[in-house]
């Protein structure tokens, strides 16, 4: 059964600290998003790669996030430094780009920064 | 670009109750659509899907949506409702770009 893995599941980290999330999407999916989820917001999408190449990050606070993939199987999501504001939980998803096909999210990352 | 409105924020039935959650998308060009569902703690999950054909698709659990062209929506229905479809729901549209828009979300409480 193909699925989106991420970890770590939970995160509490004190504000300052660095953070990094790790996405393996589904093999042979060649798109990749991030989103996060609050309750202010919903879902928004921080950034986008195809074929590991980041399409779309406008989404993103440039000054303290950073998203790269240093291979076809591991997306990473990275603050330094992290602020409670922060404080969401951490979305990937990935698809493939063609039509009729959808996004396959991950379980998420709980992120807490006190 | 692309955006998708939820009009209900907030949806409380009981059991055994119909439910329509309103969808609409602003796009001018070819869309696929979706409603995806998120569990308590859990993550999104695909409910059903539109690309093409008949307009009126069916997914799990009992759930349908029609999709309307000419009113840009995207109604999901379920004739009577379970508490065990207490839960988040999310209409997103893809359109040229292929990234995912979604919605506010919709939360669902259905009552025993």
């Known amino acids: 059964d193909a699925r989106v893995t991420q970890t770590p599941r939970h995160k509490v980290t004190e504000m300052g600290q660095e953070v990094t999330m790790r996405c393996q999407p589904i093999?042979?999916?060649?798109?990749v998003f991030w989103y996060r989820q609050t309750m202010m917001q919903g879902l928004e999408l921080l950034a986008y790669f195809r074929n590991r190449a980041p399409l779309d990050d406008s989404g993103m606070p440039k000054d303290r996030f950073s998203a790269e993939m240093p291979d076809a199987t591991l997306a990473t999501l990275k603050i330094q430094p992290s602020e409670p504001r922060d404080s969401a939980v951490y979305f990937c998803a990935s698809g493939l780009v063609r039509e009729n096909t959808e996004a396959f999210f991950g379980q998420g990352t709980r992120l807490t920064v006190v | 670009a692309q955006s998708v409105s939820q009009h209900n924020h907030h949806v409380i039935l009981s059991e055994a109750a119909s439910l329509e959650l309103g969808c609409n998308y602003s796009?001018?060009?070819?869309?696929?659509l979706f409603w995806y569902v998120q569990y308590p703690g859990q993550h999104l999950q695909l409910l059903l899907k539109?690309?093409?054909?008949?307009?009126l698709v069916k997914g799990i659990k009992g759930f349908e949506a029609e999709f309307i062209k000419s009113k840009f929506s995207f109604n999901l229905r379920k004739p009577s409702v379970q508490w065990s479809d207490t839960a988040e729901y999310f209409c997103?549209?893809?359109?040229?770009?292929?990234?995912?828009?979604f919605g506010r979300g919709t939360s669902l409480i259905v009552h025993p």
């Open positions: 539109y690309f093409s054909g008949d307009p």
């Open positions: 093999l042979g999916h060649n798109t």
């Open positions: 997103a549209v893809i359109g040229g770009s292929y990234i995912p828009t």
């Open positions: 796009y001018g060009g070819t869309v696929n």
